[in-house]
T-cell receptor, first 116, second 114 residues
């Protein structure tokens, strides 16, 4: 696609429920990143993928958070047993290791998660 | 791991004035320093970046300077306009083959008043 696509754009859930957030990166981008942005805060690194493997998962807040990427394309971020402190905007970005814009992260619009 | 500090958290200027935002980083191995602009309700977008082999880079009204010895870098916006109002984030990473695990600063909310 033309840009990074994320779904859902908004998700309201009850505490204790599981949620899945989806990211469809720019075609051909081998690197994919997940960040979390709490209200009025900065961008907190969660995890990144090179192809289907995740060399760095150090930012995942707890074992309730997991992510996978299949076919070197779409990625899913799963949050189990959601808590109110998980409420935030989850941003996905992708980048290409080649070309004029080497290394530039292209962000999606984000998925706003609200845990009641 | 890398830690990026950003100041100020808010900045208010009159249209036409200059704005300066400063960041420091902790990992001396970091070699890539981008700046992202996030307008209200929008996605962050890259506005300028600098690599560790240069000390300054300019693009029209914006410029970035890097002091590797002191481990700090700054964003300069001249002749500010109301459309410059946004949150600006600095970031640092050890770029490797185009893969950039960016560590962001907390952001600066810039308000440009007409």
């Amino acid at each position: 696609g033309a840009g990074v696509s994320q779904s859902p754009s908004n998700k309201v859930t009850e505490k204790g429920k599981d949620v899945e957030l989806r990211c469809d990166p720019i075609s051909g981008h081998t690197a994919l990143y997940w960040y979390r942005q709490s209200l009025g805060q900065g961008l907190e690194f969660l995890i990144y993928f090179q192809g289907n493997s995740a060399p760095d998962k150090s930012g995942l807040p707890s074992d309730r958070f997991s992510a996978e990427r299949t076919g070197g394309s779409v990625s899913t971020l799963t949050i189990q047993r959601t808590q109110q402190e998980d409420s935030a905007v989850y941003l996905c970005a992708s980048s290409s290791p080649r070309g004029v814009n080497t290394g530039e992260l292209f962000f999606g619009e984000g998925s706003r998660l609200t845990v009641l | 791991g890398e830690n990026v500090e950003q100041h100020p958290s808010t900045l208010s200027v009159q249209e036409g004035d200059s704005a300066v935002i400063k960041c420091t980083y902790s990992d001396s191995a970091s070699n890539y320093f981008p700046w992202y602009k996030q307008e209200l309700g929008k996605r962050p977008q890259l506005i300028i970046d600098i690599r560790s082999n240069v000390g300054e880079k300019k693009d029209q009204r914006i410029a970035v300077t890097l002091n590797k010895t002191a481990k700090h870098f700054s964003l300069h916006i001249t002749e500010t306009q109301p459309e410059d109002s946004a949150v600006y984030f600095c970031a640092a990473s050890k770029s490797s083959g185009g893969y950039n695990k960016l560590i962001f600063g907390a952001g600066t909310r810039l308000a440009v008043h007409p």
